[in-house]
């Protein structure tokens, strides 16, 4: 299983990323497939996640509102829309895919920084 994520940048206080996490290398049928994030000095933390059996998505209490995770079968991707961007939102993004039989992913991460 390969995770490649890509669309990390600078942005301005209130501006827009879209993430893009591509997938390969996998058939499970039931998964889940995440944004996380590690700031300087702090631990990773989830962002959103997307669940396939029922395509339930769920959001860390501070990304709600300001954050979209989707989920594209056909090209075998996962999405993180960033909207309204905070300072505190610099961090380093990473895509991760959980299989309750194979366990977890990662991708190598995409850098975001939020600054003036």
């Known amino acids: 299983v390969q995770l490649a994520e890509s669309g990390g940048g600078l942005v301005q206080p209130g501006g827009s990323l879209r993430l893009s996490c591509a997938a390969s290398g996998f058939t499970f049928n039931s998964y889940v497939m995440s944004w996380y994030r590690q700031a300087p000095g702090k631990e990773r933390e989830l962002v959103a996640a997307?669940?396939?059996?029922?395509?339930?998505?769920h959001y860390a209490d501070s990304m709600k509102g300001r954050f979209t995770i989707s989920r594209d079968n056909a090209k075998n991707a996962v999405y993180l829309q960033m909207n309204s961007l905070k300072f505190e939102d610099t961090a380093v993004y990473y895509c991760?895919?959980?299989?309750?039989?194979?366990?977890?992913?990662w991708g190598q991460g995409t850098q975001v920084t939020v600054s003036s």
């Open positions: 991760n895919l959980w299989n309750y039989e194979s366990g977890d992913y």
């Open positions: 997307f669940r396939s059996a029922d395509r339930i998505t």
